[in-house]
């Protein structure tokens, strides 16, 4: 089992991006929750190549992986979590980091002290999402003690994060946030302070707020080949002629046939009684389950591609197999090539038919591929 990174697809997608945001707008690269999925250690470099030096993470866990690929060639950002005991090795190390509470301050203030070496820091503020950043009333309590203690910090950002961009039903809510931060941005320059880059915007605002985009924009799902809703390609191709797709897929998920047999009529197949079969067929067993991240929800209901032939998942998934009926697939047997998301031949299994069948976002679907799963760069 094997997933594939298309080098060419990642190429062609950074280079759409910025041609929508623009020649004076930074991408950072979100490579949060491994990538997407796609793998730190292989998509990182990849992106490197493609001109990215700028990386978003969650975790302190996160950044360093990225620390070690680029070898200080890059900046990371960490927006999330960062433990009281890693904040000391974050700032040695001169990775950049959120700051959205007053206590993170402090503590950054304390570690920038002992290691004499500023902090650079991300400002986040409160806009609307009601999730993490600085209050009005704590961000006024930060600028004094930024101001007091300002040899001790490196004010590389300052940003917020929107609610929904990728849907319309927020539009007025998105709007609001991007006015609030004005505020948030004018009050900073009002106190003498400049950061180095204002940034609001991630994929989906790119797209549909250019006033969202400053100067840096976070590009998660985009860089990966998928919109972050169908609205969001609809609003891409408005005044574009044609409705193709510039994106590219930058994932193939692969397995291959570990067995086949026949089942004859009236057999159940897997566990439990599922699936009775109708009639004789011919089954094959992939060894791939819910411990690898295909949901137990694709029981009786998920597709692969074999010989070119979709074919249907029957029976229960299980932690490391699923059962396919390949009884029209032609010759199948152990060794054939198996997609379970990419193309074969002309057909495609499609992470979007995942989300349809399991109601679970792309997102949610990719994050949760295994990090067993071995990642291989193709062109």
């Given at each position: ?38 793998g ?8 490197k ?29 960490i927006?999330?979590?960062i ?21 993170r ?9 002992t ?20 209050s ?32 319309i ?28 880059y ?11 707020y ?9 590009i ?19 005044n574009?002629s ?16 570990m ?16 699936y ?5 067929i011919?089954t ?13 929800s ?12 979709r074919c249907?998942?029957?029976g ?13 697939a ?7 090539e ?18 349809e ?18 990642r291989i760069?193709?062109?």
């Open positions: 089992m094997e997933i594939h990174i298309s080098r060419s697809a990642v190429e062609n997608n950074l280079k759409l991006i910025k041609k929508i945001v623009g020649e004076n707008v930074r991408i950072s690269s979100v490579v949060k929750a491994n990538a997407y999925g796609h730190i250690e292989t998509y990182v470099p990849v992106a190549e493609a001109g990215i030096d700028h990386f978003s993470v969650f975790s302190y866990n996160e950044a360093i992986q990225v620390y070690k690929i680029t070898k200080k060639t890059a900046d990371i950002m927006m999330g979590w433990g009281t005991s890693q904040l000391k090795d974050v700032v040695r190390k001169g990775i950049e980091f959120y700051v959205f509470n007053l206590e301050l402090n503590d950054a203030l304390s570690e920038a002290k290691l004499k070496k500023p902090a650079k820091i991300h400002i986040e503020v409160e806009t609307g999402m009601n999730r993490t950043g600085l009005k009333k704590d961000f006024k309590l930060a600028l004094r003690i930024i101001l007091d203690n300002i040899k001790h910090f490196e004010i590389k950002g300052l940003c917020s994060h929107l609610a929904g961009p990728e849907s039903a927020n539009h007025v809510r998105v709007k609001n946030q991007i006015n609030t931060f004005g505020t948030f941005k004018a009050e900073l320059e009002k106190n003498g302070l400049a950061p180095e204002c940034h609001l915007a991630c994929s989906a605002a790119a797209v549909c250019p006033g969202s985009r400053h100067n840096l924009v976070r998660g799902i985009m860089q990966y080949g998928f919109w972050s809703s169908r609205e969001v390609f609809l609003r891409y191709l408005h574009k044609g409705f193709d797709n510039p994106l590219k897929r930058v994932i193939t998920w692969k397995s291959e046939v067995s086949v047999k026949t089942v004859k009529t009236g057999k159940f197949i897997s566990y439990g009684t599922t009775l079969a109708s009639e004789d011919r094959a067993v992939v060894p791939v389950g819910y411990s690898f991240g295909y949901s137990r694709l029981s009786n209901r998920g597709r692969v591609l074999i010989n070119g032939v249907s998942v029957i229960l998934v299980n932690m490391n197999m699923i059962t396919i009926d390949v009884t029209r032609g010759d199948v047997k152990p060794g054939d198996v997609i379970l998301i990419g193309e074969q031949n002309d057909m495609a299994i499609s992470v979007d038919s995942f989300s069948i399991t109601q679970q976002i792309n997102y949610e679907i990719l994050s949760r591929l295994s990090r067993d799963i071995p760069v193709v062109e």
